[in-house]
């Protein structure tokens, strides 16, 4: 039997034919508009009579709540797919113009939907989730309820949010725009070609660091080239947030992220604490990879270079199997569920120019299909990424039979999926390597994933936190940007570098995210938070997979904290969780150093 060829390129038609010219994605946004407007005015004209009575309209405004936001989203996750398949896609951005102001005018509504039920005593609002639909609902409606009592009053908040659309996601979508236009110039084979920024980044990963550091200047010359555009931007979306938080006297600028991800601050300050503690084994193992490389120390674009002089390349057919036949040791619901995005051309992976950098994983949810995107060129990256979108898919697919208001998980654990899927592919193929070269190799990806969690996003919270406090006082030049990234740089990487990346401020669109703010530290725990979830896979073996989906479906519905205590029996406020986490990535460095030891 011939076994199915997978397409590179996904599939858009299924839900809206036509693309960026849609009629039919057309009349989608114009049903958005009027679910819209029918949630907004029956919130509006709603008035709680603070009674165990108003049950009933509650459920009624929540059933609403559910079907607009689930047209919301399938528009947002489209319009996403869009632009980041074609960057010149000029209907796309326009396009994209759209969604935000229906996101904006849903919040809107949405605000005034949590500040009456903020309104409601507590003893009455504990009357009322005693109805059995709301007390399936009770973590996420006391959240929002307790939320909106720190907000301003609803007008405000309102308004907040219509300026937000031309102001705040405005700078969000212009450095969208800024990365489009923005291409790296190389010579390859005597030809010179202008390669899209995701297509340049694959180039780091290059056996040949002529070719390595070649692309690094073109792409530090790129980027700096824009700076003056890219810091307007960055300053401005700080800036709009720290006003919004003032406004709301909250001092904190780490307060909202924090309580995105439902988690305490002592919780983030523990878990950077213990890493910033074990941060020698990773510069060992970066002073061991320039030893075998023949430098006398690693620069920013030697950290993805392949040990080994002879790239090698997996076609996009054989790594789909790789992952395939790593997630059936797992479990078969997680294995079924990735073969069917590969069946059903749910991933776009074509190496091609246009394409926007990254990769990512959005669901539509009128659909109930994932899409992932990304540009594959063989590299052994490149698998990762992909396990890393799949483990996205895949906990969206766990929680699909859940109420929507119970799906909404935050960003720490959605990274928590991710990584885990990771680390199935990672550590299954480093035992199964059939020789020493092979397993070294694989042994490496591992360890390289140790250092972009622990050092790389690690650069990022120190940066994004000294841009923020420098922010509070006016605007922070490109030049002094530079400066702060290369300082937060060096301490990350514990000096273990000798050329570092000052304009990576620029480069990384995660700074640039309007949805949440300090998107970095999310995915260091979820990093850290997944080893210790995969610790017990491990000692439970294959069953694992029916308990390892009974937390998936409770990360919406609870904090990371009592979710650590309920499915690991672990205190994420005391560094024993971090530190055996942590020990997990020093233990993989150690043997990688045992293994070069010759």
Partial sequence: MTAIAYSTVWDLDIFFKGGSASKEFEY????TREHIDLFYNQVHKWQPSNSAADGKD??????LFQQTAKKVRQAGAFVSCLQAQNTEDKK???LRGSTTELSASFQTALTIFDQKLASYEDDVWAELLKDESLNELAFVLTERRERAAEKLSQEEEAAINALAIDGYHGWGQMYDVIVGNITIPIRENGEDKDLSVGQAANKFSSPDRTVRKE???KWEEAWNGKADYLSKALNSLAGFRLNVYKLRGWEDFLKEPLELN????ETLDTMWDVIAKNKQPLVNYLNRKAELLGIEKLSWYDLDAPL???ETKVSYQEGANFILEQFSRFGEEMTSFSKKAFEDKWIEAEDRPGKAPGGFHTYFPESSQSRIFMTYSGTPSNISTLAHELGHGFHTYAMRDLHLLNRSYAMNVAETASTFAEMIVADASVKSAETEEEKLALLEEKVQRSVALLMNIHARFIFETRFYEERKQGNVSAERLNELMA?????????GLDEYHPSFWASKLHFYITGVPFYNFPYTFGYLFS???YAQALKEGKGYEEKYIALLKDTASMTVEELAMKHLNADLTKPEFWESAVQLCIDDVEEFLELTKK
């Fill in 308 to 310: 080994s002089k002879t």
């Fill in 28 to 31: 989608h946004l114009q049903e």
């Fill in 92 to 94: 796309a951005k326009a």
């Fill in 487 to 495: 300082e937060a740089q060096k301490e990350a990487y514990g000096n």
């Fill in 58 to 63: 509650i459920n009624a405004i929540i059933d």
């Fill in 262 to 265: 439902r988690m305490k601050k």
């Fill in 531 to 533: 080893l210790g979830i």
């Fill in 215 to 217: 692309v690094f200047d």
